[in-house]
């Protein structure tokens, strides 16, 4: 739906205090990526251990959104004073971080691809999953709209409209969250991406940002990295506020059944650390003092309230 005032609002709560934060929601995001270079992958001999305490380094393997919109330069040292422990992010798609969670080569996973991660609990590569906190996604491109997007009724009806007027659009096209979502919504519009319009970036949703700035094209965006980049791109916010586009994020420790190297204990304290309520309400306040809005919703163990949304029917098969 075109910018504006949202279909409706989420409500984050948290005990011990009342932390409220506004957003426009929506709906779940899906996704799963290509393995790590092996440069970022951790060995049982690279991790630095503390005698009688453990291992006293945690690799967090995270989706690019926490690093380019700056809230892991916030969380990082934080997590060190409270607990000692040295927190080493990794940041790539949700998919390829969930791939280095089941190898075993990173402690605790931080995701927004709700249906990898259902898949990863499946499998038994996971301890516990819980929710941290949530934003949405946005569609965003030039000023000038020139598939006249802001006058649609939902993001997959936009998106028909960018294909059908052949106008450049970037994909992460990188099997991230943020790219699954994608994905169902242009299955959603009854489109099959690609031609020249259509390019696939195979980066971070930053970097992705700058190259549809540099091309007048459109992408698909989470809030919180747009906001963070903003005052260096020409591109603006379309369309928001559709039930599709709310996005999710889950803290998920590694099974130590995944490999040797897994700092169990690591895992689990940083799980602690980001549903304490101190944390959840740095979260909260997080890009205030910035841009005049939060960033992230803080969404501890589902606070959010968030109305029960119908899942889209599948695409109709064309008849034989």
């Known amino acids: 739906m075109a910018t504006g005032e949202p279909a409706f609002r989420v409500v984050c709560g948290r005990r011990g205090g009342q932390v409220h934060s506004w957003f426009l929601a929506a709906t779940l995001a899906v996704g799963a990526l290509l393995a790590m270079?092996?440069?970022?992958?951790?060995?049982?001999?690279?991790?630095?251990?503390?005698?009688?305490?453990?291992?006293?380094?945690?690799i967090l393997a995270t989706t690019t959104s926490t690093q380019d919109s700056g809230l892991l330069d916030v969380l990082v040292p934080l997590f060190h004073e409270r607990t000692g422990y040295d927190l080493k992010p990794i940041a790539v798609?949700?998919?390829?971080?969930?791939?280095l969670g089941e190898r075993g080569e990173a402690d605790v996973v931080l995701a927004h691809s709700p249906a990898a991660e259902e898949a990863f609990v499946a499998a038994g590569f996971a301890g516990e999953r819980r929710t941290v906190m949530a934003n949405d996604f946005v569609l965003v491109g030039p000023k000038a709209d020139p598939a006249g997007t802001s006058g649609a009724a939902s993001a997959a009806e936009a998106m028909a409209a960018i294909a059908g007027a052949e106008v450049p659009f970037v994909s992460r096209g990188d099997e991230s969250g943020t790219h699954a979502l994608e994905l169902?919504?242009?299955e959603e519009s009854g489109i099959a991406p690609g031609g020249s319009w259509y390019t696939e970036s195979g980066t971070g949703m930053g970097d992705t940002l700058n190259i549809a700035d540099d091309r007048d094209a459109y992408t698909l965006a989470d809030r919180?990295?747009?906001?963070?980049?903003?005052d260096r791109l020409d591109l603006e916010i379309l369309v928001e506020g559709d039930r599709a586009l709310l996005?999710?994020?889950h803290v998920l420790t590694v099974n130590p059944a995944n490999g040797p190297a897994v700092n169990v204990e690591g895992g689990r304290a940083f799980l602690g650390f980001l549903l304490d309520p101190a944390t959840q309400e740095i979260i909260g306040g997080f890009g205030l003092d910035r841009f005049g809005e939060a960033l992230f919703t803080p969404c501890a163990d589902d606070a959010c309230v968030v109305p029960a949304v119908t899942p889209a029917p599948p695409p109709a098969t064309p008849a034989a």
């Open 37 to 58: 270079a092996p440069g970022l992958a951790r060995s049982a001999v690279g991790q630095e251990a503390t005698p009688g305490t453990g291992p006293r380094e945690v």
């Open 93 to 99: 798609g949700s998919g390829a971080a969930l791939e």
């Open 184 to 186: 169902r919504l242009w």
């Open 224 to 230: 919180g990295t747009f906001l963070s980049l903003r």
């Open 247 to 249: 996005n999710l994020y």
